[in-house]
């Protein structure tokens, strides 16, 4: 017989040794993240809050959300947000989890930018914006610029929107659906391009934890044959789109530095190639100029 006065530190002791039993890691963490969703407060509301007494539909939300974690849903997907670069964003199902790896390119591109923008005018376009994190991000800490950024789709750039407006830089950001390059022409053009395309080879995918591969999308996920698709793309592409010395940002995979450095110096169009580690040390992003 259950509790009649059941508080979150009774729902959390249950819940964490469940996870745990299915292999979730992170157990005490996701769970106080769904608790305190569930209670509609941060973790110090929660701690503060420790022997309440939880309400019958809080309660009945918080075992509901539990058995989608335990069926490896994300803890991001399932409270609809995340933190990046000390930000919130909204998150569901149309758009990849930010993820700490992404803050190496953004620390650099607004570092970058504050250095280097003229005025105003600057201009900076984010390829593949979805969630908008990384947009949002450079636009909260490197202001006063122009800022665009492009989706092929529509579901993730309604929540890019949603989330430049949740951090107040909704009108500073110009949000367009486009297939690439497509939307714009050679003669609109752009002091900086950064991007978190998707790099990973289409037979990797399937190898995935079950968290990413069965909920995040593919779209985000899938570079092609050689995880290279949407990364070409850009390659091949920006010094189109670029301003003379104009640079580009793009986050690659872990194995992926040799082949991208070996695309960037064919196409002859850029200088000063370098890598920015992550801070496991891996070389994590991609930096060309244009000539």
């Excluded at 007494?53 to 989608?68: P, V, W």
């Excluded at 390119?105 to 994190?133: C, H, M, P, Q, W």
């Excluded at 949407?230 to 789109?241: G, R, S, T």
């Amino acid at each position: 017989m259950r509790k009649v006065n059941v508080t979150p530190k009774d729902l959390l002791t249950e819940s964490i040794l469940i996870l745990k039993k299915h292999k979730i890691k992170d157990a005490k963490l996701n769970a106080e993240l769904i608790m305190s969703h569930c209670m509609n407060g941060d973790r110090i509301y929660l701690y503060e809050n420790y022997n309440k007494c939880l309400t019958k539909i809080e309660q009945n939300l918080f075992r509901s959300l539990i058995r989608r974690r335990i069926k490896k849903e994300p803890v991001q997907y399932i409270i609809g947000k995340t933190e990046f670069m000390g930000i919130q964003f909204k998150v569901n199902k149309n758009v990849l989890i930010p993820r700490p790896d992404t803050e190496t390119l953004v620390e650099f591109a607004i570092k970058y930018s504050l250095e280097n923008k003229i005025d105003s005018k600057y201009r900076i376009l984010d390829y593949g914006t979805g969630s908008g994190n990384i947009i949002i991000s450079i636009a909260k800490y490197s202001p006063n610029l122009q800022y665009y950024a492009i989706d092929i789709s529509r579901g993730a750039l309604l929540l890019a929107k949603e989330n430049a407006k949740l951090n107040g830089v909704d009108k500073d950001i110009v949000f367009v659906q486009s297939n690439g390059f497509s939307s714009f022409n050679s003669n609109f053009r752009f002091d900086m391009i950064v991007s978190n395309p998707p790099y990973i080879p289409t037979s990797v995918i399937l190898k995935l934890p079950e968290e990413i591969k069965s909920f995040e999308p593919l779209i985000s996920l899938d570079g092609g044959e050689d995880g290279l698709k949407v990364i070409k793309d850009i390659v091949f592409n920006a010094y189109k789109h670029l301003n003379k010395n104009g640079v580009c940002l793009i986050e690659i995979g872990y194995d992926q530095s040799d082949i991208v450095e070996k695309m960037v110096r064919e196409v002859a169009k850029y200088k000063d190639i370098k890598f920015l580690k992550d801070l496991a040390g891996i070389k994590r992003v991609v930096f060309f100029k244009k000539k």
